[in-house]
């Protein structure tokens, strides 16, 4: 393989384009009060969770149907104005930040549950819908949609990031999940990819082809989803091991053995300091598996003793159980609180976020020796992974006003990111490729296969304005 330069992605290229004075008097002349060039709201638009500090686009438009999405495009198309969907700005790696200047679409406005299928187990809704309003509005049906990726992000930039979380292990990611779009392409287009049928042979899979792609292709303006009827029973756990290797060996046993547990989280004894600080609880301060079973109460009962058999092989002890929604609640929520918990360990720093994503038999070879790497920096870091399906994450805390520590930074994201792809793992298992890791898709895809992204590319979005700068450079 061929090695990233080391710190190409320090700092985006940015590229502002000239946006014409015309094209922003027709956006006025369209959209009225829905469109903004107020720096406050276009300041809020310009930035996410990474660490980059790149100018704000030119204006913000609120849609508010699709009609609006294939207006707005439609005018920037005309005018070669690129154009970013905002969904509520959760990512992670520069997503929706304007390297090229140009307007962001914010879809928080189209926020409807059109259609419940129940007896199809499907559901449609628009791209501002979120996870935790679109489990609100099918509860009642007994069904439940299951990608948890920790923030309550919108189905949209779920779809575009093709995100996964928590539930992966057992119920898939968004790849999985998403049966079919209505996508606004970059001439204004309003075209529609799947069915509602579990299965089709028809033509190509653009459904797949717009899940992640990250923006760069279209705005999705509607999303058909796979729903699943809420577990007859539900019971969570929590498990101490001694050290990270137990745990994950752990882990690696349960997976091989087939248990189908729903979701396996790793907390290392550092991060679980910081959510008890953050959180109020009571954990044991030492390296924790956090876990969940679905199914009737005989086959959770018995997943759950297999589970603790395995874990005591292991040095497991402490086993502890959070039965009532209220328990399990109380546990998810410290867990997906773990990356503002560990901001607030170390006042005024960022944190440099990065996930990896490796076949189960090689996650304890991963992580243990990026584990000794980052410890040996002496850089803080907070330490989490959905390693049920071999994917964790680093969040390296860094101060801000010295560079230095964001160089440490880079550089054990630089390792982590080679010794997954050299045990034939993945450089982001989750939060896409964005800015951050451009040159490690070249690294993990090949330059031949990341031409033919680039054909794709320039097919659907000739004029480079759906996104652009994202994912791989043209």
């Given at each position: 393989?061929?090695?990233?330069?080391?710190?190409?992605?320090?700092?985006?290229?940015?590229?502002?384009?000239?946006?014409?004075?015309?094209?922003?008097?027709?956006?006025?002349?369209?959209?009225?009060?829905?469109?903004?060039?107020?720096?406050?709201?276009?300041?809020?638009?310009?930035?996410?969770?990474?660490?980059?500090?790149?100018?704000?686009?030119?204006?913000?438009?609120?849609?508010?149907?699709?009609?609006?999405?294939?207006?707005?495009?439609?005018?920037?198309?005309?005018?070669?104005?690129?154009?970013?969907?905002?969904?509520?700005?959760?990512?992670?790696?520069?997503?929706?930040?304007?390297?090229?200047?140009?307007?962001?679409?914010?879809?928080?406005?189209?926020?409807?549950?059109?259609?419940?299928?129940?007896?199809?187990?499907?559901?449609?809704?628009?791209?501002?819908?979120?996870?935790?309003?679109?489990?609100?509005?099918?509860?009642?049906?007994?069904?439940?949609?299951?990608?948890?990726?920790?923030?309550?992000?919108?189905?949209?930039?779920?779809?575009?990031?093709?995100?996964?979380?928590?539930?992966?292990?057992?119920?898939?990611?968004?790849?999985?999940?998403?049966?079919?779009?209505?996508?606004?392409?970059?001439?204004?287009?309003?075209?529609?990819?799947?069915?509602?049928?579990?299965?089709?042979?028809?033509?190509?899979?653009?459904?797949r082809l717009m899940v992640g792609s990250e923006g760069t292709l279209g705005v999705?303006?509607?999303?058909?989803?796979?729903?699943?009827?809420?577990?007859?029973?539900?019971?969570?756990?929590?498990?101490?091991?001694?050290?990270?290797?137990?745990?994950?060996?752990?882990?690696?046993?349960?997976?091989?053995?087939?248990v189908p547990i729903a979701r396996c989280e790793l907390i290392d004894h550092n991060?679980?300091?910081?959510?008890?600080?953050?959180?109020?609880?009571?954990?044991?301060?030492?390296?924790?598996?956090?876990?969940?079973?679905?199914?009737?109460?005989?086959?959770?009962?018995?997943?759950?003793?297999?589970?603790?058999?395995?874990?005591?092989?292991?040095?497991?002890?402490?086993?502890?159980?959070?039965?009532?929604?209220?328990?399990?609640?109380?546990?998810?929520?410290?867990?997906?609180?773990?990356?503002?918990?560990?901001?607030?360990?170390?006042?005024?720093?960022?944190?440099?976020?990065?996930?990896?994503?490796?076949?189960?038999?090689?996650?304890?070879?991963?992580?243990?020796?990026?584990?000794?790497?980052?410890?040996?920096?002496?850089?803080?870091?907070?330490?989490?992974?959905?390693?049920?399906?071999?994917?964790?994450?680093?969040?390296?805390?860094?101060?801000?006003?010295?560079?230095?520590?964001?160089?440490?930074?880079?550089?054990?994201?630089?390792?982590?990111?080679?010794?997954?792809?050299?045990?034939?793992?993945?450089?982001?298992?989750?939060?896409?490729?964005?800015?951050?890791?451009?040159?490690?898709?070249?690294?993990?895809?090949?330059?031949?296969a990341v031409d033919m992204m680039r054909t794709i590319k320039r097919a659907l979005?000739?004029?480079?304005?759906?996104?652009?700068?994202?994912?791989?450079?043209?």
């Amino acid at each position: 393989m061929n090695a990233p330069t080391a710190h190409n992605h320090l700092a985006p290229q940015i590229q502002q384009r000239t946006v014409p004075a015309e094209f922003l008097a027709e956006l006025q002349v369209r959209f009225g009060a829905q469109c903004s060039t107020a720096l406050v709201v276009r300041e809020q638009h310009g930035r996410d969770e990474s660490v980059y500090e790149v100018p704000p686009p030119v204006a913000v438009v609120f849609a508010e149907s699709t009609q609006d999405v294939a207006d707005a495009v439609a005018l920037a198309a005309r005018h070669r104005v690129p154009v970013i969907p905002f969904g509520v700005g959760s990512s992670l790696e520069g997503h929706l930040l304007a390297v090229q200047g140009g307007i962001s679409i914010d879809v928080s406005r189209m926020n409807k549950v059109l259609s419940i299928n129940a007896e199809d187990l499907t559901v449609t809704v628009q791209p501002g819908v979120t996870r935790k309003a679109l489990n609100e509005a099918v509860k009642s049906e007994g069904l439940f949609f299951p990608i948890d990726p920790g923030a309550d992000a919108s189905i949209g930039g779920m779809s575009a990031t093709r995100a996964s979380g928590t539930n992966a292990v057992r119920y898939g990611t968004m790849r999985e999940n998403v049966l079919a779009l209505e996508v606004v392409t970059a001439r204004g287009e309003v075209i529609r990819t799947g069915t509602r049928a579990k299965k089709s042979s028809a033509g190509y899979d653009l459904t797949r082809l717009m899940v992640g792609s990250e923006g760069t292709l279209g705005v999705m303006t509607e999303i058909t989803l796979k729903l699943y009827p809420l577990p007859e029973a539900i019971s969570a756990a929590t498990c101490s091991f001694p050290t990270i290797e137990a745990a994950v060996r752990t882990v690696i046993q349960v997976i091989q053995l087939g248990v189908p547990i729903a979701r396996c989280e790793l907390i290392d004894h550092n991060t679980v300091r910081m959510v008890n600080a953050h959180s109020k609880l009571g954990l044991r301060e030492e390296n924790m598996l956090l876990m969940e079973f679905h199914g009737s109460p005989a086959s959770v009962k018995e997943q759950a003793e297999t589970v603790q058999e395995i874990a005591r092989e292991f040095g497991g002890n402490a086993f502890e159980w959070a039965v009532t929604p209220e328990e399990r609640t109380r546990l998810w929520t410290a867990r997906h609180n773990a990356y503002f918990a560990a901001i607030q360990s170390k006042p005024g720093c960022r944190a440099i976020s990065t996930d990896t994503c490796v076949p189960i038999s090689r996650l304890a070879d991963c992580l243990l020796d990026s584990v000794s790497e980052a410890d040996a920096a002496g850089l803080p870091y907070f330490l989490v992974g959905h390693v049920g399906d071999g994917n964790f994450h680093f969040g390296y805390l860094i101060d801000p006003n010295k560079p230095e520590e964001h160089t440490l930074a880079e550089e054990l994201n630089h390792k982590l990111v080679a010794r997954a792809l050299s045990l034939e793992g993945t450089c982001t298992g989750e939060h896409g490729v964005g800015l951050h890791k451009m040159d490690f898709l070249v690294t993990e895809a090949g330059a031949g296969a990341v031409d033919m992204m680039r054909t794709i590319k320039r097919a659907l979005d000739p004029d480079n304005i759906m996104n652009p700068g994202k994912i791989f450079s043209l």
